[in-house]
């Protein structure tokens, strides 16, 4: 680790030298005290989508013209520039610039990434590679609780030594009973010694949970000196890093500390017993807030983009997209108003971006991307609210009491466009609807407000907006006047 370090720094050293006289910046990215991207002086909320179809102008300019803003390429010139054509900013990913295990392979192809990129006037941001820390307990969980075992009882039913075939199998068997316990030193251990017993080296034998911590400790530093890389090269362009819904808060703070921007990706759509979308007890569709209060938890001071669902998990099961299919199969897109809830969800809570997952299996002629796109529409027409700045002034939320038990509620939001306070609003709780009153020194008693979607007015009495809001409503009122 030592020898690796200093290499790295002495290599990052001329290259650094070399590239900063080259780079010329055409957009700058700034991030703001509360949290809000800032590009070219320009305060912005984040509205994306991964992986469009490049090769579609009609569709990057759909895309642009209804809000979106930001979008996920492949890092290469020819769709850097398509981008720019369609007044799309860009973001990638560096994954495949930092997979080698050499340092100065990793250096070397960062490098050109960056200078690849980070001049060029449709590029915004760059994405660690997604969902790092999950992904090493995903890939050594997958090969030792399930590959693993069954490649052993593969080869142990080959064994013609029937006393010796009865012995392995009942030591696999107790290594599995340990997996199940979490015991995965113990059971490792067991297995090893099984491969050890028939000859042969397991094909994941470098896999292990045992030794969990010491490849998050790889993976982390590598992350790290990444992200040195392009602070150093391209200071003008924040680094985010987009996690898994799952993982502790602890190894979640060390690994986004190589990152500017943070976030997961959650797509709870349908409820659906063979869905295991996140591991929060809350399984409804307001699991999107309370993943965005816990990215947000990771370090208040940095933004969070979320990563929330533009797809049916139907399309993802390895079969030939079918709507009939799918919904024999319990599952289905979300609807333009699950759409909307999950967007201002996020945001209510703290959100300065969301970016849709997912896109790219949806057909085009599919009333889910039709909806995906009105939704960006309703967006585009509040980006001056949503990029203003949050009341300062102390917002208080109350509510009858409902018949359930209201673990959770409305929540509000309150926005200073134009000086004047604008209130977003969503209702978390999924069974009925609920009488609010939504009371802030900054609402002028005698105002009166209209609802963006319905276009309902109320007065604002006693410095107090109340109303009612359905199950998984949103909300958003803006000064009648």
């Known amino acids: 680790m030592k020898n690796s370090s200093v290499f790295f720094i002495s290599t990052c050293a001329v290259v650094i030298a070399q590239l900063l006289c080259s780079i010329s910046y055409a957009v700058e990215a700034t991030i703001a005290k509360d949290r809000m991207l800032v590009v070219d002086g320009k305060r912005t909320f984040i509205l994306g989508l991964y992986s469009p179809k490049m090769d579609n102008p009609d569709e990057l300019q759909t895309l642009a013209d209804a809000g979106y803003n930001l979008i996920s390429i492949s890092p290469n010139e020819e769709q850097l520039n398509i981008a720019k054509e369609n007044g799309l900013m860009v ?5 495949s610039a930092i997979a080698s295990s050499e340092v100065e392979t990793r250096n070397q192809k960062l490098t050109e990434l960056i200078h690849l990129c980070a001049s ?3 590029f915004l941001v760059w994405e660690m590679p997604d969902e790092a820390l999950w992904n090493i307990y995903l890939r050594n969980h997958e090969a030792k609780r399930y590959k693993e075992p069954q490649m052993s009882r593969e080869k142990l039913s080959e064994i013609a030594d029937e006393d010796l075939k009865r ?5 696999l ?8 316990k979490g015991l995965w030193t113990e059971g490792e251990e067991i297995v090893k010694q099984i491969w050890q017993k028939i000859g042969e080296t397991s094909p994941f034998a470098d896999y292990s949970l045992a030794n969990i911590e010491k490849f998050k400790a790889e993976e982390l530093e590598k992350l790290q000196q990444a992200y040195k890389v392009i602070k150093e090269l391209d200071p003008k362009h924040p680094v985010w890093a987009n996690h898994a819904p799952r993982n502790s808060m602890e190894s979640l703070r060390k690994f986004s500390e190589c990152a500017d921007i943070v976030g ?4 709870p759509v349908p409820m659906h017993p063979k869905l295991r979308h996140s591991d929060l007890m809350d399984q409804t569709i307001a699991s999107v807030g309370a993943y965005t209060r816990r990215m947000q938890a990771i370090d208040p001071k940095k933004p969070v983009w ?3 669902q533009g797809f049916d998990w139907g399309m993802l099961q390895g079969d030939v997209y079918e709507r009939s299919g799918s919904e024999q199969k319990g599952f289905r897109p979300p609807t333009l108003n699950e759409i909307r809830f999950m967007g201002f969800d996020c945001i209510v809570n703290g959100a300065r971006g969301i970016l849709f997952w997912g896109t790219y299996y ?3 002629d599919m009333q889910l991307w039709a909806d995906l796109i009105t939704f960006a529409k309703e967006i585009k027409s509040l980006q001056p609210v949503l990029s203003a700045e949050d009341t300062t002034h102390p917002v208080t939320v109350t509510q009858d009491e409902i018949f359930g038990s209201g673990d959770r509620g409305v929540l509000a939001l309150i926005k200073m466009y134009q000086q004047k306070p604008w209130l977003i609003l969503v209702n978390e709780w999924h ?7 939504i009371n802030s020194s900054c609402l002028s008693p005698g105002q009166k407000y209209r609802e963006f979607y319905t276009q309902t007015e109320v007065e604002i009495k006693d410095n107090t907006l109340t109303y009612g809001i359905e199950p998984h409503g949103v909300q958003v009122w803006q000064p009648a006047t």
């Open 167 to 171: 012995e392995l199998i009942a030591q």
């Open 431 to 437: 069974e009925c609807g609920i009488r609010y009153h």
């Open 306 to 308: 979320m990563v929330i």
């Open 173 to 180: 068997e107790k290594a599995t009973e340990l997996y199940s």
């Open 120 to 122: 060029h006037p449709s």
């Open 362 to 364: 949806v057909p085009r």
């Open 91 to 95: 973001w990638t990913n560096i994954h």
């Open 264 to 267: 997961c990706d959650i797509y």
